[in-house]
């Protein structure tokens, strides 16, 4: 019975949380806290049912943070030599093969997305994997101990913050009805 007061069950759903992932003194590693804050900028006072934070932090301790948003954007760094350095992709976390990448795993924790399972299973209230959106930045400087950005990521952050906002009008359209949610 704690644990499920703990996880807010019978509390209804906030709606967005936006978070920027990453370590601001590790380079490129800081771009999700750099688009976050560019994203929050930008909201200003229009940010109704919005919240946009930054975090150092994954799997249990990430899922505790989104325990009770109906949506969650998470922002970050992605290494996985694939892909030119700076370019944006967006997935959801239902769409994440290899579990492996970013900050949604720790090496003495366990995957967000399994962190959400064990979440679900303690009623938590909790959003949908389908409803976990990532805007990533391909990177390959995540490790440099420095707090700016390297200038390809740097000129990424912008494609990034567009993503957001366009993740930010879908989900809207779907929180509270719209053309396209419905």
Not at 41 to 52: A, K, Q
Not at 78 to 83: H, I, P, S
Not at 124 to 142: N, T
Request: hydrophobic share 45%; with cysteine; net charge negative.
């Amino acid at each position: 019975m704690v644990i499920r007061l703990l996880f807010g069950v019978g509390m209804p759903f906030k709606n967005i949380l936006i978070i920027g992932l990453g370590n601001p003194i590790l380079g490129d590693d800081g771009v999700g806290w750099v688009v976050a804050r560019e994203v929050e900028t930008r909201l200003g006072e229009s940010r109704h049912s919005i919240e946009v934070d930054c975090l150092a932090l994954g799997g249990l301790s990430l899922m505790e943070r989104l325990v009770g948003y109906q949506c969650v954007i998470l922002i970050d760094s992605l290494n996985t030599g694939q892909r030119p350095q700076g370019s944006v992709i967006t997935f959801t976390l239902e769409d994440m093969v290899d579990l492996n990448h970013g900050h949604s795993s720790a090496a003495h924790d366990t995957s967000l997305k399994t962190a959400l399972e064990v979440g679900r299973k303690l009623d938590a209230i909790l959003p949908a994997d389908k409803d976990v959106h990532v805007v990533a930045i391909e990177a390959q400087h995540i490790y440099d101990f420095k707090e700016e950005l390297s200038p390809v990521i740097a000129a990424a952050v912008l494609t990034a913050v567009q993503q957001v906002f366009d993740l930010i009008k879908w989900q809207q359209k779907v929180i509270y009805g719209g053309p396209d949610g419905d």
